[in-house]
């Protein structure tokens, strides 16, 4: 049976696996989380997610606010546009290196640093944002408490995140299905981190804590394209199927891509909180 057309076009997108956003730089594939950034970036789903993000950070005109793992800096001059004073920060200096070209004609500002070692002031921010970064840190409270540190007293707190257990694909064998799924997860360090904001954030102290899960449900070929080939590669790289199994796995969602039969389902967390008075 000849492969379908969409399952070509697939093929030729060297998407390099979710996980390895954590070591950016040491890929040497800088270009392909760029282009994968921009095209995540303008889902509408994910940019109304964003959107909800500033307004639970409740920021005034003039507000200095860090966007921590800022990526392409699309947040931080989001949040420019609405009158903050915004630092992107992120440990990769490919990801700084784009959003200062980016951003070159606006007041903002970029910086190479660790979530856990961020370069400010003791309560120096009036608001702190971290979009899918805390899935790839080693070690998420070490994170938090670096955030309460440069919050200003009842200042707020905003992350955003996946819960990739909760990473749900249509496909047969079920049991394979599985498998692949909990090794996709697997492979990130804190790939079930959504569900345990409500814990990390009361646990580090913070106030006012609440965490929103949001369902999406996904049949375009944008993600529905890219997901099941992460899936296959995380799980064959794991050992959890072999290379033949998953080959085949992977051509039935290729054939449902094709026929307008493809489901997924994933579930993000945006939770918000604030630093005590």
């Known amino acids: 049976m000849p492969r379908p057309a969409y399952a070509e076009k697939v093929a030729a997108e060297e998407y390099s696996r979710l996980e390895r956003f954590a070591e950016v730089d040491a890929t040497g594939e800088e270009a392909v989380f760029i282009d994968f950034l921009d095209r995540v970036e303008q889902l509408p789903d994910v940019i109304a997610r964003r959107q909800r993000s500033y307004e639970l950070l409740s920021l005034r005109s003039g507000d200095l606010v860090a966007d921590v793992g800022c990526g392409l800096g699309t947040a931080v001059r989001e949040l420019a546009a609405r009158g903050a004073r915004s630092i992107g920060i992120d440990a990769s200096r490919a990801m700084i290196t784009e959003a200062r070209r980016r951003s070159e004609h606006l007041s903002v500002d970029f910086v190479v640093a660790d979530a856990v070692d961020?370069?400010?002031?003791?309560?120096?921010?009036?608001?702190?944002?971290?979009?899918?970064?805390?899935?790839?840190?080693?070690d998420p409270p070490a994170a938090l408490a670096e955030a309460r540190r440069v919050l200003a007293p009842g200042a707020?707190?905003?992350?955003?995140?996946?819960?990739?257990?909760?990473?749900?694909?249509?496909?047969?064998?079920?049991?394979?299905?599985?498998?692949?799924?909990?090794?996709?997860?697997d492979s990130f360090r804190n790939g079930g981190i959504g569900r345990s904001y409500h814990?990390?954030?009361?646990?580090?102290g913070f106030t006012g804590v609440a965490v929103y899960p949001e369902?999406?449900?996904?049949?375009?070929?944008?993600?529905?394209?890219?997901?099941?080939?992460?899936?296959?590669?995380?799980?064959?790289?794991?050992?959890?199927?072999?290379?033949?199994t998953a080959g085949r796995w992977l051509a039935d969602q290729h054939e449902r891509?094709?026929?307008?039969?493809?489901?997924?389902?994933?579930?993000?967390?945006?939770?918000?909180?604030?630093?005590p008075k």
Do not use: C, N
């Open 118 to 138: 961020l370069p400010l002031e003791h309560g120096a921010v009036m608001g702190y944002r971290a979009e899918r970064i805390y899935q790839h840190l080693a």
């Open 156 to 185: 707020h707190l905003v992350l955003v995140d996946q819960d990739w257990d909760a990473l749900l694909i249509d496909g047969e064998p079920s049991d394979v299905t599985r498998s692949l799924l909990q090794a996709h997860s």
């Open 199 to 204: 814990r990390l954030l009361t646990d580090a």
């Open 215 to 244: 369902a999406v449900g996904i049949t375009s070929p944008e993600l529905g394209g890219i997901l099941p080939k992460l899936v296959v590669d995380a799980a064959v790289e794991a050992g959890a199927v072999d290379t033949a």
């Open 257 to 275: 891509l094709e026929a307008g039969r493809f489901f997924a389902a994933m579930t993000h967390f945006v939770a918000s909180a604030r630093r």
